[in-house]
Structures are given as C-alpha cells and as structure tokens.
C-alpha cells in the first residue's frame, strides 16, 4: 500500500533534467523502469540509499526529491489519539 | 501490465498445469490398477521427489519460453535486474507461502494425530505445498499491481 505521508517529485526533476526518461533514470540507479514508475505513482517508498541516489542523480538536495508529511503520518495520529485519551 | 507482472501470471498457470498433468499421470498409471498404494510411504516418497526436479525443470522452460514469446510480441529483452523492491516483493511472498504451509502442516499432522490414513496426510502435505506455492505467485502478482 502507497504510504501518503511520503511523496516526490520524480516526476518534475526528469522533466527538469532534459526530459530524461524513466528508463535513464533506471540505468543511472541500477533499478527496473517498473520500480520508477511504481515510485512516480507513489506506490512505492524507496530506501534512504535509493532515494539518495535518486537525488544525486538529479544533483538536488534529497528533500526537493522527497517530501514527508507528519500530519499524514498515521504513527504520529495514532500517539495524538493514545495521549488525548489518556488525558 | 509490466513485464514482471505477465512473468509472474505465467508462471502461475504452467505451474498449475505442471502440477494437474503430473498428478493425473501419477493417478492413471500408478493408483487406478492398484487403488492400495495410496496408504504405501515409498510410493508417495518415490512420485514425491521425482516431483522436485520436474517442477525445477518446468520453470526454467517456462522462463525461456516466456523471454521468447515477450521478444516476438513486444521486440523487447526481459530485464534480468532484481532490484530491491523484486527483493521486497519476494521476500514478503515467500513470508506467506510459509505461513500457509506450516498451517498444512499442522492439518497433516492432525490427520495422524486423529488416527486417519497415511494417504490424507500426504495429500495435506502436497496440497498445502501446491497451494503456498500457487498463493506466493498470487501474492507477487497483487504486490506488483498494487504496489506497496
């Protein structure tokens, strides 16, 4: 399952990169264009090498590649609701 | 559908059709002349390992025929790279297969347990193993869909 809290711009840092395609973007990360498109769709989170790599590829700093949103982040939810219960 | 998906679908049905050839000669040959040879442990022991390397045998030939076919119809290679979502996704497959064959087990187990012959056992036994197998490709193709 996608995770939401997790999101990139795989999609707009090829297009910035001389519309370079998937299967470049593949090569260059030794990884299969079906795990790029899987990443661009947002079906699949990367490891930290990975999304590093990806990111080096692009020569931008990792969090213009990947963003995390904690307020989707069901782990953080799930604390607030324990606490405010507790309270 | 990528190329690993169709792999994986195509795998999946020469798998069964392995498995239901296999099982009907074995029954035609060997059990109808001689319906007693269900409850012998060597007859099934002996059909059992003759299994291994036809099932071995059968995926190598459905790989290439599968490279081939894919070449023909779509003038691509396969992608020989296994990179760590394959992994991922293979990793959490076999997790199921496992799970679904120690339960077969512990059916197989039962059956001896409550007295019942040796050959319902040995049935649990292959069918439990068919089924994990089969479920573990399943996984793999829903995985590849579906993402995770």
Do not use: C
Not at chain 1, 12 to 35: C, G, H, I, P, Y
Not at chain 1, 50 to 65: G, M, S, T, Y
Not at chain 2, 33 to 40: C, E, F, L, M, S
Not at chain 2, 130 to 142: H, N, P, R, T
Request: charged share 25%; aromatic share 12%.
């Amino acid at each position: 399952m996608a995770k939401e809290f997790i999101s990139n711009t795989i999609r707009k840092q090829r297009f910035m990169n001389d519309e370079m395609t998937q299967q470049q973007l593949a090569d260059a990360v030794s990884v299969s264009r079906q795990t790029i498109v899987a990443m661009e769709k947002d079906k699949y989170s990367p490891s930290l090498e990975l999304a590093f790599r990806i990111a080096h590829v692009f020569k931008v700093p990792f969090d213009e590649v990947f963003q995390y949103d904690a307020e989707k982040d069901p782990l953080w939810t799930r604390k607030k609701k324990r606490e405010t219960v507790q309270k | 559908m990528h190329n690993k998906e169709k792999n994986t679908l195509f795998t999946l049905v020469i798998s069964i059709l392995v498995m239901i050839v296999y099982a009907t000669i074995i029954y035609q040959k060997k059990v109808v002349p001689d319906p007693a040879v269900i409850n012998d442990l060597q007859f099934w022991g002996k059909y059992f390992i003759l299994f291994i390397p036809i099932a071995i045998g059968s995926m190598i030939v459905s790989y290439i025929l599968f490279a081939i076919i894919n070449k023909i119809v779509t003038k691509e290679d396969l992608e020989d790279v296994q990179d760590e979502r394959d992994k991922l996704i293979e990793l959490r497959s076999i997790r199921i297969s496992h799970w679904i064959f120690t339960f077969g087990f512990l059916l197989a187990m039962g059956s001896q347990a409550l007295g019942m012959e040796i050959w319902v056992m040995m049935v649990t036994l292959i069918v439990s193993g068919m089924v994990s197998s089969l479920v573990s490709e399943l996984a793999k193709f829903i995985m590849y869909r579906r993402g995770f």
